[in-house]
Nanobody, 115 residues
Framework: QVQLVESGGGSVQPGGSLRLSCEAS????????MYWVRQAPGKGLERVLG????????NYLDSVEGRFTISRDDAKNTLYLQMNALKPEDTALYFC????????RGRGTQVTVSS
């Protein structure tokens, strides 16, 4: 069964950091493009960052440039999102997704940035 499970969200103050994890099962994260997407309250889905099977990263949001980093651990079959210098506008439900034909998407992990 193809599955993605996100974790690591929480509540932080502006300027804080979080690292999100996305554990995959049923397929290898190293075989497909993997993405982090987010959905803020009352807004649509935004693709944030992606990483190719070859390890090339892509940034889809100018607002996270220099603050967010995507990576993966092939041995753990896990995708990560390191988020630094968090801002209130980063508050959202964060999901990981893949180009796997089954189109897996987890339930997401909530990130709340407020003082």
């Amino acid at each position: 069964q193809v599955q993605l499970v996100e974790s690591g969200g929480g509540s932080v103050q502006p300027g804080g950091s979080l690292r999100l994890s996305c554990e995959a099962s049923g397929f290898s994260v190293s075989a497909y493009w993997m993405y982090w997407v987010r959905q803020a309250p009352g807004k649509g889905l935004e693709r944030v960052l992606g990483i190719s099977s070859g390890g090339i990263t892509a940034n889809y949001l100018d607002s996270v440039e220099g603050r967010f980093t995507i990576s993966r651990d092939d041995a753990k079959n896990t995708l990560y999102l390191q988020m630094n210098a968090l801002k209130p506008e980063d508050t959202a439900l964060y999901f990981c997704t893949s180009d796997h034909p089954a189109g897996p998407r987890g339930r997401g992990t909530q990130v709340t940035v407020s003082s």
